[in-house]
């Protein structure tokens, strides 16, 4: 299945980080923090401005971005959980 979001909003498919300490501890699920960094799967077409024309996304599908940590809404899809956020949601974007 495939989504594509409109106007200025982005799908992200968050990043799990490690579910181990540097000492070997294994987390269980409620100890874990909710992601705050994700790769973009799909990006909206833009909102328009005032005149009609389509504003671009500064982002765009494959950029790793860091997104507020309650932001956006969690959708679950063939069993893989994305969140659906506006492009004012996310914090910057993850350059290597």
């Known amino acids: ?16 980080k490690e579910s181990r300490t540097a000492s070997g501890i294994v987390l269980p699920e409620s100890a874990k923090e909710k992601p705050q960094e994700g790769r973009i799967v799909a990006v909206g077409n833009g909102n328009r401005d005032e005149d009609g024309e389509r504003i671009p996304l500064d982002v765009k599908v494959d950029d790793v971005v860091l997104y507020a940590k309650y932001a956006g809404t969690e959708v679950k899809i063939e069993d893989i959980k994305y969140l659906i956020l506006r492009e004012s949601d996310l914090l910057g974007i993850v350059e290597s």
């Open 1 to 16: 299945m495939k989504i594509r979001p409109l106007g200025d909003r982005v799908v992200v498919l968050p990043i799990e």
